[in-house]
């Protein structure tokens, strides 16, 4: 299984920007759909967005309802990193974010059991 590591997280105010990375280690990022979920205290964990390879050099990419627009995904290869990109953050944002790699395979993406490897998190925390 792929080991991955989140980091990038932090206390920010509304309106602002961050960026989260997920190294992974044991396998390559563009070898796997690379997911991002979040969890807000006393909530399921739920999906963000998602990354993976589609044919030569196209990328696939969803996002939930709640961040499109704001956030984006890049892949780097050379690093074997995937980031998400944060902006005009919410304090509904504020959550633990959880990186996550399923099989290249894999057709449900938004749900949580399609991955097989997940990292242990980072805070993100956004005050109004």
């Known amino acids: 299984q792929v080991q991955l590591v989140e980091s990038g997280g932090g206390l920010v105010q509304a309106g602002d920007s961050l960026r989260l990375s997920c190294v992974a280690s044991g396998g390559s990022v563009g070898n796997y759909a690379m997911g991002w979920f979040r969890q807000a205290p006393g909530k399921e964990r739920e999906f963000v967005a998602v990354?993976?390879?589609?044919?030569?050099?196209?990328?696939?990419?969803d996002f939930a309802a709640a961040v499109k627009g704001r956030f984006s995904l890049s892949r780097d290869s050379a690093k074997n990193t995937v980031y998400l990109q944060m902006s005009s953050l919410k304090s509904e944002d504020t959550a633990s974010y959880y990186c996550?790699?399923?099989?290249?395979?894999?057709?449900?993406?938004?749900?949580?059991?399609?991955?097989?490897?997940w990292g242990q998190g980072t805070q993100v925390t956004v005050s109004s």
């Open positions: 990354i993976r390879k589609s044919g030569g050099a196209l990328n696939y990419v």
């Open positions: 996550a790699a399923a099989p290249a395979g894999t057709v449900r993406l938004r749900v949580s059991d399609g991955y097989d490897s």
